[in-house]
């Protein structure tokens, strides 16, 4: 089985990379046969501002541009989607929705008529985020969270939010936590069974 794993922070000390290592190290210490395939979307320069040629795409008026095209190549190779990324005002940081804006695209992630496409695809969330689960539930951010994310962009397109985790820094035994929930979180990525924490 094939992960993809995309991350979206400029800095490659980062935590949120630290703990796309430490998941893609579960991936590969639960069955030798699985792969992954890391995206770094700071490293590799992915533009998330839309262009004429999306929307001209998007209105029928001209090609798939080529960048994109790449982009869903490297998904369609995947047997899972893993997205982990550092929460930025209760959402995704603006690279990581940009690459959502222009890779999900319509006849490949939906279609107005039908909806979703891609219904093979699990995705699983790893979002770290400042605050603590606490601040989360009383402001109703998980909440909000969840309906933008799973229901707003992955539910539309068909695709089944697998597991999802949030990663605070109030955890007991940060880091080492993140990065042992991290390696548990690849290793039963390809397992039956998932979960989901707030």
Not at 76 to 91: E, F, K, Q, T
Request: glycine share 6%; charged share 20%.
């Amino acid at each position: 089985m094939h992960a993809l794993i995309v991350v979206a922070h400029p800095e490659l000390s980062s935590l949120t990379h630290a703990v796309a290592a430490e998941l893609a190290r579960g991936i590969s210490a639960a069955d030798p046969q699985n792969s992954f395939e890391m995206a770094d979307l700071a490293a590799e320069g992915f533009d998330p501002r839309q262009t004429v040629a999306d929307l001209a795409y998007f209105r029928n008026q001209g090609p798939l541009p080529a960048e994109i095209a790449a982009e869903q190549a490297r998904m369609d190779r995947a047997d899972a989607l893993v997205l982990v990324y550092p929460v930025y005002w209760w959402s995704f940081p603006g690279l990581l929705k940009g690459w959502i804006d222009r890779v999900f695209t319509n006849g490949w992630a939906y279609d107005h008529e039908e909806r979703g496409i891609l219904q093979r695809l699990p995705v699983h969330l790893v979002a770290l985020g400042a605050a603590s689960r606490k601040t989360y539930a009383k402001r109703g951010y998980d909440t909000a969270m969840k309906t933008q994310i799973e229901h707003g962009i992955f539910d539309y397109c068909g695709a089944r939010v697998a597991s999802a985790h949030l990663l605070s820094q109030s955890d007991e035994g940060f880091a080492q936590s993140h990065f042992d929930e991290a390696r548990r979180i690849g290793a039963a990525l390809f397992a039956a069974e998932t979960t989901t924490t707030p």
